[in-house]
């Protein structure tokens, strides 16, 4: 059975930072592709960034050079650094995963089959 097991939110001052964790139980985050999302209170669900086994890494235009996706293989663990975070990257963010190598589609959240269970990011003054 498949458990994303999600960590790390927090509140933080905007120009603040936090690390995400999203550890994988019956489930290679190394293998295939993993991503990140959040949906803050009435807005719809977006993608932040995804990675795939072949290292290539994307992210969305509003947090380029602020957020940093990896995946540490010896403890089976996804992360997301965020630092200089904003209000607006508030929200409830959700890991997700698929084990398939995906390129084109690796901020789509349709292509992905495993989700963790998400953790709070609140970002205010």
């Known amino acids: 059975q498949v458990n994303l097991v999600q960590s790390g939110g927090g509140a933080v001052q905007p120009g603040g930072s936090l690390t995400l964790s999203c550890v994988g139980n019956?489930?290679?985050?190394?293998?295939?592709?993993m991503a990140w999302f959040r949906q803050a209170p009435g807005k719809e669900r977006e993608a932040v960034a995804g990675?795939?086994?072949?290292?290539?890494?994307r992210y969305i235009d509003s947090v380029k050079g602020r957020f940093t996706i990896s995946i540490e293989l010896d403890t089976n663990t996804l992360f997301l650094r965020l630092d200089n975070l904003k209000p607006e990257d508030a929200g409830m963010y959700y890991c997700a995963g698929r084990y398939a190598r995906l390129v084109s589609g690796l901020l789509d959240s349709d292509e992905y089959v495993y989700w963790g269970r998400g953790t709070q990011v609140t970002v205010s003054p």
């Open positions: 990675i795939n086994s072949a290292g290539d890494t």
């Open positions: 019956g489930y290679a985050v190394g293998r295939g592709s």
